[in-house]
C-alpha cells in the first residue's frame, strides 16, 4: 500500500480545500474557518501528496458529539489495518479415558476448543465427544456400539468478499480507501442520536455515508451466528456361526441440525434485517452382511468373501424467515417486527446475502437408495493378492428406466520383497495394480418441474416453474479408473517411498448448459460426455541419521494431476464453469481436447501477433495503449502443474523440532483485491518513480507517469517498438483496472505449515513423580507461520486452491501455542 498521497482525486499536485465558514453552517464551525479539507466522499487516494506541515481536518473533526471536533491532523498516512484487529485466542482441552478387558473394550473422549476471533466481536465455539464400546455377551456374539457428537457455533466468522455482506472491513479498505485515515478515531463509531459515524461522509456538512461504513461498525452491527450439531450413531452385532461364517448386521444414522441467526442494523445502503435459517437432516443406512474367510493348502491359500445388502434414506427439511423493508422498531430483531411482510429465502441462496426470494418457505427432501454388493479376496503365500468387488445401486433420483447401474472393481497386488528374501537391504516391496468403477446420482427432484410458491398480489398467490429444462432421460454418472503403483521400504527402514499413476474417466456427466431464451428456459440438465484424469502422485522419506539419541527425518511428496474434457454432447464444444464481470467478463470453460477450466477474457489490452501492446496517438497527439474489446482472448488456465509437501522432524535427545510446507506450481487465478487497489490509488504500484527519476503521479512533461512499452503500426503493416508515458489516474484507474488480464496470476507458492517444538519427558523422571504417569510432552506449535514464496504481492494463493476468483481475502492469520499432553 503506497503511503505518499491521500485520499480524494484532486491528483498529486493537488490543493487541499480551505473551508469558510458561511450562513446556515453550525456556530461551532466558526473555528474552524480558514481550516483545511479534502473530499472525503471519494473513496480512493488519488488525492494531493502527503506533507507533514500541512494540517487539515479529518472527516470526524466536524462532527460536535465526537471528541475529535474541530481537531487537525497533519496531511500524512494513517491508515493501518493493525488497527482492524485483535489478537486471537483458541483455548484446547482434551480427555480421554479407556478400559479393555477380556470380553469388552471402552473409550470415551470428550474435547472443547474456545475460540476469541482476531476480528472484533467475532469467535467460535467446538465441541465434539466420542463414546465407543465393544463387548462379547456370548460366546459368538460380538456387539458394539458408537455414538460421535459434533458441535461447532461461529459468531461473525468473516468470509471472502468486501463491504457488508461479507462482515470483511479489511479486504474492503484494501479495495477502496483513504490511506490518510486515522481509524482508531471511528472506534467509537455511534453518534448520541443512533446513527453512525464514518471516513467516508458525503461532506463537511453531510455525515451521510457515502459508500463506506466505519469497519467498527460492520464488525459490531452484524450479528452472524450459525451453529451446527452433528450426530452419528452407530451399532454393530456379528454372530459366528460354523465354517468361519459370519453373519452381521449395522445401522448408522447421521442427524444434522442447523440454525442461523443474521441481524444487521443501520448500515449503509441497506434496511435494518433478521434473517433465519434452520435446517434438520437424518441420514439412515441398514447394512446386513455375510462374510466368509478360510485358509487352504497349508495355509498358503487364503480366501475371504462378502455379500452385503444396503438401504438409505434421507430426510431433509428446511425453512427460511426473514424481514422485509425493514423493522418497526429498531433493534428488536424479530420476524414479527417486520415493517413488510416477511419472507422466505430459497433453499439455495446463500445465507448473507440480501435477496428477497419467495414467502415464509418450508421445504422437503426425501432420497432413497438400495444396493447389492460383494467381495471377494484371494492371497497366495503372503505373496500373491487379488481383490474383486460387484455393486448394483438403486436410487430414487433417477429416472425409472436408468435408476438402476452396476459398477465394480478389480486389484492385483505382488509383495516383491518375498522374490528377493536374501536381498537384506530389501525390507518391503509392493506392487500393484487395479480397475474400478463408481456410480454417482442426481440430487432430489431433478427429474421433474417442481412448483414454487411466488409473490402474493392481495389475497392472489403465486407459483413459478423451475427454469431449468429437464432431460426425463438422464444416467447415472459413472467413474471408471485405472491404477499401478508401487510401494518400497529399504535399508532397514531408513528410506520408503510410494509411487502411484491413474487414469479416471468419468462418463455422463450431469451438467447444467445455457440454453436460448426462446425455449423458455434459462438452462438445461443434461449427461455430457466424458472427462479425463490422469496424473501422478509420488511419496519419498527417509531417516538419514538414526541413533539412540540423534534422529532425523525428511519426506516430500509432489503430484501432477491433468483433469481434460474429452468429448461432449453433439453440438457442444464447451461449457462455462466459473465468470464473473465488472467492466468485462472473465470466463472458466470446459473445451473439447483441452485442461479443464481455461480462462478467456472478453476485454484485453490490443496486441500484434507477438503480444506487444499497440499504441496509438490520441486527440492530444500523445500515444496511448489500446484495447480490444471485441476479441475474446485465451490468457491461460486454472490447473496447477504440481502440487506437493515437504516435512522435517530432527529429533535430539528428548527434543524434537519439526517443520511441514506445501506447495503448488502454476494454476492462474484472477484478484479482485489487486484489481480495485490499483484502480482506487492505494497500491504501492500507483506511486514511487518511474525510470525517467520523475513521479508516477507527476506531469508527463515533467518526466512523470506509468511506462508503458509497446509498438506502433507502420504504413507497410508491419510494428515499430515504442515507448511511452501515461499520466497514472489514467492508466491505473481508467485503462487497466477495467481489465481482467493484468490482474490473472500464477497461483505459484511454497508455504509453511506447521512449526513445532516438542519436549518429550523421558521415562524414569515420570517414575520419580510417583503420580502414575504414563507419558507426558509440552510443545510450542506454530500454525501456518510464513508464507515463503509467492509470485503474487497482497493475497495469499494458498487460500485460492481450486477457485478462480479471490474477491477479497480475510486477514491470513498465523497462531502460536503450547499443547501439553499427559497420558496415565
Not at 487379488?386 to 435408476?403: F, I, M, Q
Not at 528377493?420 to 468403477?437: G, N, P, T, V
Not at 431433478?446 to 426425463?472: C, E, H, W
Not at 507461520?785 to 509467492?790: A, Q, T, V
Request: charged share 20%; net charge neutral; glycine share 8%.
Amino acid at each position: 500500500m503506497q503511503k505518499e498521497y491521500g485520499g480524494g482525486a484532486y491528483g498529486a499536485d493537488g490543493e487541499l480545500d480551505v473551508y469558510h465558514w458561511k450562513e446556515g453552517d453550525p456556530e461551532s464551525y466558526k473555528q474552524l474557518d480558514g481550516k483545511k479539507y479534502y473530499d472525503y466522499a471519494d473513496d480512493c487516494s488519488w488525492g494531493p501528496r502527503f506533507d507533514s506541515n500541512i494540517k487539515y481536518l479529518p472527516a470526524i473533526a466536524w462532527d460536535e458529539t465526537s471528541p475529535y471536533f474541530g481537531q487537525e491532523d497533519t496531511w500524512t498516512s494513517h491508515l493501518d489495518m493493525n488497527d482492524l484487529f485483535q489478537t486471537g485466542v483458541a483455548d484446547n482441552t482434551n480427555v480421554s479415558f479407556e478400559r479393555s478387558g477380556k470380553d469388552f473394550s471402552s473409550r470415551i473422549s470428550l474435547s472443547n476448543m474456545n475460540i476469541k476471533g482476531v476480528n472484533p466481536n467475532s469467535g467460535a465455539i467446538r465441541r465434539y465427544a466420542n463414546i465407543k464400546t465393544a463387548f462379547t455377551p456370548l460366546k459368538n456374539l460380538r456387539v458394539s456400539f458408537d455414538y460421535k457428537y459434533t458441535y461447532k457455533k461461529n459468531h461473525n466468522a468473516a468470509t471472502e468478499g468486501y463491504g457488508t455482506e461479507s462482515n470483511n472491513p479489511y479486504s474492503d479498505l484494501l479495495q477502496w480507501g483513504q490511506t490518510n485515515v486515522n481509524l482508531k478515531q471511528y472506534k467509537n463509531y455511534t453518534r448520541p442520536d443512533g446513527t453512525f459515524r464514518t471516513w467516508n461522509i458525503k461532506d463537511y456538512n453531510d455525515f451521510t455515508p457515502a459508500f463506506h461504513d466505519s469497519p467498527y461498525a460492520v464488525y459490531n452491527e452484524i450479528n452472524n451466528t450459525n451453529t451446527r450439531e452433528f450426530h452419528v450413531l452407530a451399532g454393530d452385532i456379528e454372530y459366528s456361526l460354523p465354517y468361519n461364517i459370519k453373519v452381521g448386521f449395522k445401522t448408522t444414522a447421521n442427524l444434522y441440525n442447523f440454525y442461523q441467526l443474521y441481524n444487521r442494523a443501520g448500515l449503509t445502503g441497506q434496511t435494518d434485517i433478521h434473517k433465519q435459517w434452520q435446517r434438520k437432516s437424518y441420514d439412515v443406512y441398514n447394512q446386513g452382511r455375510i462374510t466368509w474367510d478360510d485358509k487352504f493348502i497349508n495355509d498358503r491359500l487364503s480366501a475371504q468373501a462378502a455379500i452385503f445388502i444396503e438401504n438409505r434414506n434421507y430426510h431433509y427439511e428446511g425453512m427460511d424467515v426473514f424481514t422485509r423493508d425493514g423493522l418497526l422498531l429498531p433493534g428488536l430483531f424479530r420476524t414479527t417486527n417486520s415493517y413488510g411482510l416477511s419472507g422466505g429465502d430459497d433453499a439455495s441462496t446463500d445465507a448473507t446475502t440480501n435477496e428477497v426470494g419467495d414467502y415464509d418457505k418450508a421445504y422437503t427432501r426425501r432420497e432413497k437408495a438400495q444396493s447389492l454388493f460383494g467381495t471377494v479376496t484371494l492371497g497366495w503365500d503372503d505373496t500373491y493378492f487379488v481383490d474383486a468387488s460387484l455393486r448394483n445401486d438403486w436410487n430414487s433420483t433417477l429416472p425409472t428406466d436408468n435408476n438402476s447401474y452396476l459398477y465394480g472393481g478389480l486389484s492385483v497386488a505382488a509383495v516383491a520383497s518375498n522374490w528377493f528374501k536374501q536381498a537384506k537391504w530389501l525390507d518391503y516391496w509392493k506392487l500393484r495394480a487395479s480397475f474400478a468403477q463408481v456410480g454417482s446420482a442426481l440430487t432430489p427432484y431433478r427429474l421433474s418441474t417442481v412448483y414454487n410458491f411466488g409473490y402474493r398480489y392481495g389475497s392472489t398467490a403465486s407459483m413459478y416453474g423451475n427454469p431449468q429444462l429437464i432431460d426425463k432421460n438422464i444416467k447415472p454418472t459413472i467413474t471408471t479408473s485405472y491404477e499401478i503403483g508401487t510401494e518400497f521400504s529399504v535399508l532397514g527402514n531408513r528410506l520408503w517411498g510410494d509411487i502411484n499413476y491413474y487414469s479416471r474417466d468419468t462418463k455422463n456427466q450431469i451438467i447444467s448448459t445455457t440454453v436460448g431464451p426462446a425455449s423458455g428456459y434459462s438452462s438445461r440438465l443434461m449427461n455430457a460426455g466424458l472427462i479425463r484424469n490422469r496424473g501422478y502422485e509420488i511419496s519419498l522419506g527417509g531417516k538419514p541419521i538414526k541413533t539412540k539419541n540423534y534422529e532425523w527425518t525428511i519426506e516430500a511428496n509432489i503430484a501432477h494431476n491433468e483433469n481434460k474434457l474429452v468429448e461432449l454432447a453433439p453440438g457442444m464444444t464447451r461449457y462455462t464453469l466459473d465468470g464473473m464481470s465488472f467492466f468485462s467478463y472473465l470466463y472458466s470453460y470446459a473445451e473439447v481436447g483441452k485442461p479443464m477450466g481455461a480462462l478467456y477474457v472478453t476485454r484485453s489490452w490490443q496486441t500484434n501477433e507477438n503480444g506487444d501492446i499497440i499504441l496509438k496517438k490520441n486527440k492530444a497527439g500523445n500515444l496511448m495503449p489500446q484495447i480490444d474489446k471485441t476479441t475474446e482472448k485465451y490468457i491461460g488456465n486454472m490447473q496447477p502443474k504440481l502440487t506437493g509437501g515437504f516435512s522435517t522432524a530432527v529429533r535430539v535427545y528428548d527434543f524434537t523440532l519439526r517443520a511441514s510446507c506445501d506447495f503448488r506450481v502454476g494454476g492462474k487465478f484472477a484478484s479482485v483485491t489487486n484489481m480495485w487497489l490499483e484502480g482506487s490509488g492505494l497500491g504501492s504500484a500507483t506511486a514511487g518513480t518511474n525510470d525517467r527519476g520523475g513521479e508516477i503521479r507527476g506531469d508527463i512533461s515533467e518526466n512523470g507517469g506509468v511506462r508503458v512499452d509497446g509498438v506502433v503500426a507502420n504504413e507497410d503493416g508491419t510494428y515499430s517498438p515504442a515507448t511511452t508515458y501515461v499520466e497514472a489516474n489514467t492508466y491505473f484507474q481508467g485503462l487497466k483496472s477495467t481489465l481482467w488480464e493484468p490482474y490473472v496470476y500464477d497461483g505459484s507458492y511454497i508455504k509453511m505449515r506447521e512449526l513445532s517444538l516438542t519436549y518429550n519427558m523421558p521415562k524414569t523422571l515420570l517414575n520419580q513423580l510417583h503420580i502414575g504417569l504414563q507419558s507426558a510432552s509440552i510443545a510450542f506449535v506454530a500454525t501456518d507461520p510464513f508464507l515463503l514464496y509467492s509470485k503474487v504481492k497482497n493475497v495469499d494463493p494458498s487460500e485460492t486452491d481450486g477457485t478462480l476468483f479471490e474477491q477479497g481475502q480475510a486477514v491470513s492469520t498465523r497462531s502460536w501455542g503450547f499443547t501439553v499432553n499427559l497420558t496415565f
